[in-house]
C-alpha cells in the first residue's frame, strides 16, 4: 500500500501546473478528501497517479515521484482529470 501524507511543491512543479490552470493550492487539498494512487503508465518520470478532487470537486491527476521520506512525494505536474482517470476516484 502506498501512503501519501504530503506534497513537496518547488518553483518547477509550480510551473507545470499553472501551465494546466492550476494553483499549488488546489493540488495539496487533494489530500484532504478521498483519492487514489495507482501505477503510472510504463516509461513516464512519475511511477505513480494519484487520483483525487481539489476543495472545489474538480478531479485532478498529479504523477507522483518518490522522496527520501516515507509519506512525502513529490508532484511532478498535475492537470484536470482525463475521462478514464475518474474511473479511479473512490
Not at 501546473?17 to 503510472?40: D, K, M
Not at 478532487?53 to 505536474?77: F, I, K, M, N, S
Request: hydrophobic share 40%; charged share 25%; aromatic share 6%.
Amino acid at each position: 500500500m502506498v501512503v501519501v501524507t504530503d506534497l513537496v511543491i518547488d518553483d518547477e512543479n509550480v510551473e507545470k501546473f499553472w501551465a494546466h490552470g492550476l494553483t499549488p493550492e488546489q493540488v495539496l487539498s487533494v489530500l484532504a478528501s478521498p483519492f487514489t494512487v495507482i501505477r503510472n503508465r510504463k516509461r513516464r518520470r512519475a511511477s505513480l497517479l494519484l487520483i483525487g478532487r481539489d476543495e472545489h470537486g474538480q478531479c485532478l491527476a498529479v504523477p507522483l515521484e518518490r522522496t527520501a521520506q516515507a509519506g512525502t512525494w513529490r508532484p511532478v505536474t498535475a492537470w484536470p482529470c482525463k475521462p478514464g482517470e475518474w474511473l479511479g476516484l473512490p
